[in-house]
């Protein structure tokens, strides 16, 4: 499994602009899942970075846990709202486990309420999704061009740009 640690070591420009981007929106990126049905399916999430793991948690009976816990393979993009993409915008990729740990359980939600004040401390978790990252990417643009910064584990990142 791919460690946040290990992700910001080997991808230290995704991660940058990843962070950047996930505070710009307030925490909000879009969680891309597959449906029962094969279709794909575009959620709301706030990600959080939590003991070295990326961690997908929400809401209680949603649709795109139903479809994390039936395949778990996952997309997650920085929300965008500028055509031009000025800032830049970071997407990874990955399957989720489901930790069932509820000590870690019982220290995120402490956490969360320490950040924000958000009081889920003593509830029992649904699911806890940690992400193993498969790949990430980001796109930049300066210059008139446009800069892909590609990674996957054990090879650090390579940029292509295009005009």
């Given at each position: ?17 990843f ?54 393979r ?25 930790l ?62 295009k005009?």
């Amino acid at each position: 499994m791919t460690t946040w640690s290990q992700f910001t070591e080997e991808a230290p420009r995704i991660c940058e602009l990843f962070l950047r981007r996930h505070r710009a929106t307030g925490n909000l990126c879009m969680l891309g899942t597959l449906r029962a049905d094969g279709w794909p399916r575009i959620s709301p999430i706030e990600p959080m970075v939590f003991e070295d793991m990326l961690v997908l948690a929400g809401m209680p009976d949603t649709r795109k846990f139903d479809d994390l816990a039936r395949d778990p393979r996952f997309c997650l993009h920085t929300a965008t709202v500028d055509t031009n993409v000025t800032e830049g915008d970071a997407k990874l990729f990955g399957t989720v486990t489901d930790l069932k740990d509820e000590s870690v359980h019982a220290r995120f939600a402490q956490k969360l309420f320490d950040d924000s004040g958000f009081d889920i401390r003593g509830q029992k978790f649904d699911h806890f999704y940690i992400a193993d990252l498969t790949s990430a990417s980001t796109v930049e643009v300066a210059d008139d061009q446009l800069a892909i910064t590609i990674w996957k584990p054990g090879e650090g990142e390579r940029v292509v740009t295009k005009r």
